[in-house]
């Protein structure tokens, strides 16, 4: 089974800062299988990012991902309002399946 | 537009069975995979189980493996899932959610409202 370990766990910032979130694997992911998804309170996780850079339909690009191998970066440019959440790695395309990560919550600070 | 509903949530008691319905629209149901994830209150996603798109292939995770039971009916449009002997630890909102790609589960790119299963006594 691949671990994903998200961090920080929880990360306190204003609107307009920048927003930097890691996910780290357990062993190599490969073909960089890796997703990212938004999750507001009552709501459904939303896709934001998939193959660990590529936006989502829809999604603003003040969103993007990175990364290879085991680690990875989920980058919000300059946040707005709407996008303090809930914030989940996915990986996928191997033998094990799929897991998350355990979340990682941005707050307004 | 992709439209995926989950219905069937409630209370059951330990022990007991329940079967789940994810209804889809705004899209051509038969060709792609299918899974259920699931979050405990205050918790992380979990997955659940994937069907492929032609019903073939069901893996599931091991925490309801023996326990639960993937399908889907493509005439109606509809992904199920049936859960017997059900433990407190099974209490979560159920989604589904749709696999945009034939072969390996993928990411997720659409998801249902979800619905909540509650397991107490």
């Known amino acids: 089974e691949i671990v994903l370990t998200q961090s920080p766990g929880t990360l306190s910032l204003s609107p307009g800062e920048r927003a930097t979130l890691s996910c780290r694997a357990s062993?190599?992911?490969?073909?960089?299988?890796l997703a990212w998804y938004q999750q507001k309170p009552g709501q459904a996780p939303r896709l934001l990012i998939y193959?660990?850079?590529s936006r989502a339909t829809d999604i603003p690009d003040r969103f993007s991902g990175s990364g290879s191998g085991t680690d990875f970066t989920l980058t919000i440019s300059r946040l707005e309002p709407e996008d303090f959440a809930v914030y989940y790695c996915?990986?996928?395309?191997?033998?094990?399946?799929?897991?998350f990560g355990q979340g990682t919550r941005l707050e307004i600070k | 537009q992709v439209h995926l509903v989950e219905s069937g949530g409630g209370v059951v008691q330990p022990g007991r069975s329940l079967r789940l319905s994810c209804a889809a629209s705004g899209f051509t149901f038969s060709n792609y995979p299918m899974h259920w994830v699931r979050q405990a209150p205050g918790q992380g996603l979990e997955w659940v189980a994937v069907i492929s798109f032609d019903g073939a292939i069901k893996l599931y995770a091991d925490s309801v493996k023996g326990r639960f039971t993937i399908s889907r009916d493509d005439s109606k449009k509809t992904l199920f899932l049936q859960m017997n002997s059900l433990k407190t630890e099974d209490t979560a909102v159920y989604y589904c959610?749709?696999?945009?790609?034939?072969?390996?589960?993928?990411?997720?790119?659409?998801w249902g409202q979800g619905t909540l299963v509650t397991v107490s006594s």
């Open positions: 996915q990986q996928y395309g191997t033998s094990a399946l799929i897991s």
């Open positions: 193959g660990a850079s």
């Open positions: 062993q190599s992911i490969s073909s960089s299988y």
């Open positions: 959610a749709r696999d945009p790609f034939i072969g390996a589960p993928d990411y997720l790119d659409y």
